[in-house]
């Protein structure tokens, strides 16, 4: 199995910053690429931020400006920087990670949970 396990969660007021974590671990061939999703509630999950093998990173119209993502030497853990949070940006947070293993697949966090509330 492909692992991946995000932290980083949490309450935070709103014009505050938070930094999700999230790496992934197995025995897969490939890591194409990471990304972040969430998920409000009554709403469908969608992209945040994605960062591609080569190092493109693609955000959504929403977080553009606010958000970072970006990863370490290892290619398999990456990180959201998340400044200047609104209350809009509340939902739970999930990695995936698209890998290699038997063949390519999505591979999600559990989630981790981020708050904007003062």
């Known amino acids: 199995q492909v692992q991946v396990v995000e932290s980083g969660g949490g309450l935070v007021q709103p014009g505050g910053s938070l930094r999700l974590s999230c790496a992934a671990s197995?025995?897969?061939?490939?890591?194409?690429?990471m990304a972040w999703y969430r998920q409000a509630p009554g709403k469908q999950r969608e992209l945040v931020a994605r960062?591609?093998?080569?190092?493109?990173?693609t955000y959504a119209d929403s977080v553009m400006d606010r958000f970072t993502i970006s990863r370490d030497n290892t290619r398999s853990t990456v990180y959201l920087q998340m400044n200047s949070l609104k209350s809009e940006d509340t939902a739970v947070y999930y990695c995936?990670?698209?890998?290699?293993?038997?063949?390519?697949?999505?591979?999600w966090g559990q989630g981790t949970q981020v708050t904007v509330s003062s």
């Open positions: 960062i591609s093998s080569d190092g493109a990173t």
């Open positions: 197995g025995s897969f061939f490939r890591l194409n690429y």
């Open positions: 995936t990670a698209n890998a290699r293993f038997t063949r390519d697949a999505n591979y």
